[in-house]
């Protein structure tokens, strides 16, 4: 089973760029697809973005799409959220999540298709 570990987060004005890790420990990295989701106060759990356990694979959310970029580094068994242009309503938990599936470019962007999930980093956004 593995362990995930979140990082990163913090209060940035709208514009501004952070970069999330995700951490990941008992079990290899590169076994895994990974996602991201985040979740503001009243709001359901929503998709970011997912890459596959070989990187080959990649999707974002439409509201991301070219100013988030995620990778990850299976040697060092992180992965990674790049968030540049960041606005107000990027503000939420971010939370990274991680699942087996079946072939090297598979991924998920349903919650239900993560068996496991860090506990978040808070990422605030001001005008």
């Known amino acids: 089973q593995v362990q995930l570990v979140e990082s990163g987060g913090g209060l940035v004005q709208a514009g501004g760029s952070l970069r999330l890790s995700c951490a990941a420990s008992?079990?290899?990295?590169?076994?895994?697809?990974m996602g991201w989701f985040r979740q503001a106060p009243g709001k359901e759990r929503e998709f970011v973005a997912a890459i596959s356990r070989s990187g080959g694979s990649i999707y974002y959310a439409g509201s991301v799409k070219g100013r988030f970029t995620i990778s990850r580094d299976n040697a060092k068994n992180t992965v990674y959220l790049q968030m540049n242009s960041l606005r107000p309503d990027d503000t939420a938990l971010y939370y990274c999540?991680?699942?087996?599936?079946?072939?090297?470019?598979?991924?998920?962007?349903?919650?239900?298709?993560?068996?496991?999930w860090g506990q978040g980093t808070q990422v605030t956004v001001s005008s």
């Open positions: 999540a991680a699942n087996t599936g079946w072939g090297p470019l598979d991924l998920g962007s349903k919650a239900w298709e993560y068996d496991y």
């Open positions: 008992g079990r290899t990295l590169s076994s895994y697809y």
